[in-house]
């Protein structure tokens, strides 16, 4: 067992939405022993205990990033995470990436679905000790028809591709539902809309049938496993949410339908906007295309009204970054989600960050155990330089997440080793097109300091 840790004298935020306030919290083995006077008392009957003051700081429940891919190795495209990625590499380099969350003051994530299903290795190998990580809740392929999901044609008409699974009928479906259950996901994740080239114009489109979805959920749930979708659009969330999934990613462009269902149900929603606002707010420098940035845009502006009335409608809403792609990398964006659901929704900081702490809980399935700083729940807590409810986004300021304990054990915040290129990682590109005109005018960047990892 740990030695008991008694931290003194900081500002308490709940992560229940509660306003901060002042208490000592006991931390023993890796549960939160008791808070306030009972801490002080309960410290006194101890023959070892550490005491650490942290006047001026504020202690919190540690982040939990309820869409976080880590097998993705903060990828440029869908060809790079299909194509390019190898299964003991990638979780090897999500073991590295790990420590750059936990650095964030990332203390749990659910990772939808991973290249080679490998999360449900690497969450093993953090369950053991074997590597240092947040507590990790994972899906394994996602289920996807043959229709496709956001890779359009890029996804073989059967079998794996990347990440996903395609299923075509019933006994496809049993069959994977069993076998993934089998190898340990702790969720089915279904890719429930997706794009199709030819018919891009109509949006994400719901790709399965109301009893396949029946289907996934029956046999899922029959096994104790619950079921999470991928929906954009106004069929698809109603369908996935009249079969019974527990938890909605996306939930964009939702119809009146399809929203009384979600609030009569109460499914928890992650939008995942992070991706989409920080390419509304710096795809120009990256040089992203416009329509895909307006499209983007578009997807936070048009569904602002009803995550308020989801919000409103006591549905809870959790924070998740997307990261594992370039426009979101590890460790730079896991609490802007909270900065989100402030300007678009209307949230107050501390309902945001119950958003990313107490609600998200239910994304690790340990509602009730974690994401909250009270006695009995397990010490998944970090010690914050400054006070992150007068201002979210000091969470993202390098320095100031000074201390993170995951299960009662403080972690390690030392920087990653610099790392140097993996043959074969990243996809190579020719850069911009290069017209006669471009190549007389003189005009050109300069080339990247460093050949990116090719
Ligand atoms: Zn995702």
């Known amino acids: 067992m740990n030695q008991a840790i008694l931290l003194d004298n900081a500002q308490l935020i709940d992560g229940n939405g509660r306003a901060p306030f002042s208490a000592a919290v006991l931390i023993e083995g890796d549960q939160i022993a008791a808070m306030g006077e009972d801490a002080l008392q309960r410290v006194g009957h101890l023959q070892h205990a550490r005491r650490i003051d942290l006047a001026g700081k ?28 190898r299964n003991a590499l990638s979780a090897l380099v999500a073991a590295y990436n790990a420590k750059k969350l936990l650095r964030a003051g990332v203390t749990g994530i659910l990772d939808p679905d991973s290249v080679f299903e490998n999360m449900v290795d690497v969450r093993d190998a953090a369950e053991a000790g074997v590597i240092e990580a947040p507590r990790i809740s994972c899906g394994c392929y996602a289920l996807i028809t043959a229709v496709g999901g956001t890779a359009g044609r890029l996804i073989n008409d059967t079998g ?36 199709v080239p030819r018919y891009a114009h109509l949006g994400e489109r719901c790709s399965w049938t109301q009893e396949e979805l029946n289907l996934i959920c029956e046999l899922a749930h029959d096994l104790g496993v619950p079921v999470m979708g991928h929906c954009r659009g106004s069929q698809s969330t109603y369908r996935a949410a009249k079969a019974g999934v527990d938890l ?6 939702m119809d009146e339908q399809a929203l009384d269902l979600v609030i009569d149900k109460k499914i928890p929603v992650c939008p995942a906007f992070t991706f989409q606002a920080n390419m509304v707010d710096y795809g120009h420098r990256l040089g992203t295309d416009p329509a895909l940035i307006s499209l983007f845009a578009r997807e936070i502006t048009d569904s602002a009204e009803s995550m308020r009335r989801l919000v409103a409608g006591g549905v809870p809403l959790l924070t998740g970054s997307e990261a594992g792609f370039s426009m979101v990398p590890y460790g730079h964006w896991h609490y802007r989600e909270m900065e989100v659901f402030m300007r ?20 690790l399935k340990m509602a009730g155990q974690t994401g909250v700083v009270a006695p009995g729940m397990k010490a998944d807590l970090l010690v914050v330089d ?17 201390q993170v304990f995951v299960g009662g054990q403080s972690v390690d915040l030392s920087p990653p080793r ?23 005018s003189g005009a050109g960047q300069t080339p990247h300091s460093q050949p990116e990892e090719l």
Not at 349 to 363: D, E, K, M, N, V
Not at 389 to 396: E, H, N, P
Request: net charge neutral.
């Open 418 to 440: 610099e790392r140097k290129a993996l043959a074969g990682w990243r996809m190579p590109s020719m850069g911009q097109q290069l017209t006669r005109e471009f190549a007389l």
């Open 344 to 363: 678009y929704f209307g949230m107050s900081s501390l309902q945001a960050i119950h958003c990313a702490t107490g609600a998200g809980a239910f994304a």
């Open 160 to 195: 794996i591709t990347g990440y996903y699974k395609s299923v075509q009928g019933k006994d496809e479906i049993v069959a994977e539902v069993r076998r993934q259950v089998k190898v340990g996901a702790d969720w089915i994740k279904v890719h429930v809309s997706g794009v």
């Open 58 to 85: 504020t202690v919190m429940p540690g982040l939990i990033d309820a869409h976080c891919h880590l097998s993705f190795d903060d990828a440029a495209s869908n060809p790079e995470i299909f194509y390019q990625r």
């Open 248 to 253: 909605i990613f996306h939930g964009t462009g």
């Open 386 to 402: 400054g006070d992150p409810s007068q201002d979210v986004a000091i969470l993202g300021e390098p320095g100031r997440i000074v």
